[in-house]
């Protein structure tokens, strides 16, 4: 009796243990930078948005897509070699910050605005922002708004934590106007408490809010996306600090993206254009010159990047522009040749 | 608790009544049918006359809204439509949305083709379970090997990566499942921390009373949204560099501490109530500390806590609703997660009704089980 | 395993071990404790530590002092993004303690009625009652709040607003509902209404001591009705009975005038108090019961009336089973207010989530939210204690 007693409590023991150490992550002794545990485990693990149209919506089969979604892809690309090995791990506008810092996620793939306090006091570091935009206002066409003048009094439905929240505080100080903040975490919950009519106004990153009236809404012609934009949202990658060669990376994959757009490599063209007569393009998708191992990767990193993910063009045009229901003007994120924003840092 | 539809005044029930199923009626006189109906409605319905005005306006209201209610959720009720237009249509219940809408709030995020597996896992979870709720079954013999078959059975169907099963990592884990893993996982963590900080607030060495105290009182007076946030967090942070826990672990951990703290009280309970004749008894044959504690007074003070005991299990398998707010997609998260589906989100009462209904039918049978059970436990006994 | 471990060294060794004697022993378990305790306390301090300033995080309460830079939906107090995260987090503290308050009320006088239905000789009302209580406590407390928001939130809009009375409005922006104009008169009549409820524990106090004194009975309960409300009736008349209503109009885009309660506050609010109720119908059930029939068979051999019976017998016994599980009811209550942040209630948690967001701290943020937990819930407790000792059992 006693060792069947002794037995159980084993075996009880044996199964908390397997539970508890089973889903753990192989246990490291030496500090090894980001890559070094994106290696080992084979996959990066990439907050994303809990669903904002454009930039990350999972399908009914939880297949992410979107632009951020995209640059988690191209750093998977760039590191592992494999565009599909991303793990997705949705966070919230508050949750985002902490997900980083405990390393639950390796990056922020998030519409993350850069400000100076997140890039200092929170410890974050920024890649080069991939996509400019500006809080912009969703009103019911019923409610007769033009322009923000008229949303005096309005209740607005925003979610906390956000350069959002802060930028209608703001807003609405400066032009003496009453309002009265609805602040939602969960994102979905927002946008049906917009929806279902608890909120005169949405206020979000005005890229966003295309997506949410085509697809959200049940008339969508009832709702008009206020003209105009009232704040600077850069929005970027972020990382933690502490880690420059995976910051790097971040920074260089998403120049990379830039620079293929602008020197013409696309998807269908990079293995033509991997022997082409330009040096800068032959650098960069390293047919010659080291600029991988610089950067502690493989020569092949930004062809892959570009051959299974693609140039800026391509990436904003599945999920904002012409390939998508969306159809946004580049505007801010044309390239700077085009005159837009987008600039990619010489890749010598 | 007592038979609350019997009346008060009803005459005290013969001693192991409860146990032989012998009709009342023996112990009454048989009256004829219609005369006992009547004295029974003056008795319970109409004793005073601020009873019977009570009894009218109650039965007023249950007349307006029964029929209404019943005109809704069935009769009108739409019971299968994949087109929500359908719905719109009509002025009754729709519990289409959640015969359209039942796996996705059942199996959260779970690879679509791989839900066979949930619901093998889920049939072997309550097929052992209700097996160890039978008394009858109550031998480490039979228990043993039922749970270890039954755990390794479970483990393999939710992470797979064995036998040809594609491996599904926790994060994808959802709805009811995972409220099932939370709520064992709890309990099973739990209900060990709690005997052992009982037993040390009980201690006579004051810096491990001082050390139970503290943790007990001090996570008791804290809700448990904040634990879970230190679990999601903060706790990460006071990890060494490399060393990672899943996110689930963290959660389950965190929600069986705050378990154990609730539990430990109703078992220092327990242990208040077991007669100082009992230990020195013990003390005199011999038996050393845990020989004393774990054969003679903790079986005892378990038997008489056990009401509050079976209070809190069933308080954490409502507790694992909790985790909505930090993102993990157990059955209640995955349902609002589904009722943002503007097509269907104007039922959303349907949808939640349900949910209710599966965490009602749970907590009930436990806490109707556990009357059952101190009935069992009292039999012949004294306290 | 360690059980099994320490029995087999019992039964081997003598007990002349150093071992075996028992205060040594003691004293060896709190030295091994003490010492776990700092050590583990160290190396989690020294591990957040290190991360942080590997990542650079700011630390420590500075922030507090910060502007916030957000705006609060509903404040007791004067506050806007002007203000400091220390005042966002105290509006934050506020709205938890009133929520937390209207909830304990509310939850305590639904759970009196709920729980003497279930005891009541009406059928019916037993019925009812036992269904409510099932109902309400086997379904757990997070998926009530998040029902009840979303009912709140699918009423008609402003325009469309359900209006059950002139001037009271039920729509998804709250219930909104007329209230007197302030006026300076109004000082007085809650002045009149303090001394009021003064008046009236003092003329119970001394009934109740003339009782215990002379055994003649002095009904207390209308009397003292009276002066509670008499008083401040008297103070408005003798004003000259001030009194303009402050109507809601629907101007814009919402309600103008009168007051609203927000649906988040209206959610939460039901939310907690049903299943909050729920349990506090139970034990004022239990307590009832508690109550030896003997005793209410004897008071009624005596021919003391039912009402009597009740207040004199039944009750002050029953208070003493009841007032410990419900002092764990109330401090509950207020930690379930915390589910706000679930449906956007600026409650401590909600405002502390931003604060922690927008500063990156999480560490204190969560730190202080647990803090004012603790302190709300030491500061119950003591109060219950306090009162508990007042109606336990006094031992002569």
Known sequence: MKRIQKFSMLTVLASVAAF????????????GPTVKKVKERGEVLCGVHQGRYGFATADSEGRYKGLDVDYCRAVAAAVLGDSEKVKYIPVSSVTRFPALQSGEIDMLSRTTTVTLTRDSSLGLNFGPPTFYTGTGFMVRKAAGVEKVEDMGGATVCVVPGSTTEKNIAALFRSKNMQYTPVVIENQKEMVGAYFSGRCDVMAMDQAGLPGHRQFDAKTPDDHIILEGVFSKEPLAIGVRQGDDQWYDIIKWVTYATFNAEEMGVSKENVDEMKNANNPDIKRMLGTSGDLGKKLGLDNDWAYRVVKQVGNYKEIYDNNFG??????????????????????GFPMK | MTDTTAPIAAPPRAEGQADTDQPRSRQQPPPTEKIAVLRWMKENLFASPGNTLLTIILGAALIYWVPAFIKWGFIDAIWYTPDPEVCRQSDGACWAVVAEKHRPMLFGLYPYEEHWRLVVALAVYLGSFTITLIRRFWHWQILVPLWTVAIAVISTMLWGGVFGLTFVETSQWGGLPLTMVLFSGTVVLGFPIAILLALGRRSHLP??????????????GVPLITILFVAVNVFPLALPDGLEFDKLVRVMVGMAIFFACYQAEVIRGGLQAIPRGQYEAAESLGLSYWQMTTRIILPQALRIALPGIMNHIIAALKNTSFVLIIGLFDILTATTAVMQDPLWRRWFVEAYLFVAAVYFFFCYVLSKYSQQVERWLSEGRRF | MTVAHEANIDIKKGSSSLLHNLAFRGVAYQVLLAAAIVLLAYLLYQNVNANLEKQRIATGFDFLNETSGFDIGETLIEYDSEDSYGRALLVGIMNTLSVAACGIVLATILGTIMGIARVSRNWLASILASGYVEICRNVPVVLHVIFWASVIRNLPSPKQALSPMEGVFLANRGFIFPVPEPNPAYTWVWVALAAGLVLAFGFNYWAQKHREKTGKYIATLWPCMGIVIGLPLAAWLVQGAPLVWSVPELKGFNFRGGASLTPEFIALLIGITFYTGAFIAEIVRAGIQSVPVGQIEASRALGIRRGFIMRYITFPQALRVIVPPTTSQYLSLTKNSSLGVLI????????????????????????????????????ISLGMNIYNRIVAIKER
């Not at chain 2, 810096?207 to 008791?220: D, F, P, W, Y």
């Not at chain 3, 956007?344 to 999480?362: H, I, S």
Request: glycine share 8%.
């Open chain 1, 20 to 31: 508890a150490l089973q889903p753990a992550a192989p246990v490291q002794a030496e500090e």
């Open chain 2, 207 to 220: 810096l491990i009373k001082a050390t139970s105290v503290t943790i007990i009182e001090s996570l008791r």
């Open chain 1, 322 to 343: 012409a390939n998508s229901p969306l159809k946004l003007e580049r505007g801010l994120n044309n390239l700077w040749i085009n005159g837009g924003l987008m600039y």
């Open chain 3, 344 to 379: 956007g209630y600026p409650d401590l948690v909600n405002v502390g989530n931003t604060t922690l967001n927008q500063t990156g701290q999480a560490v204190e943020a969560i730190a202080v939210m647990m803090a004012v937990y603790l302190g709300i819930s030491l500061t």
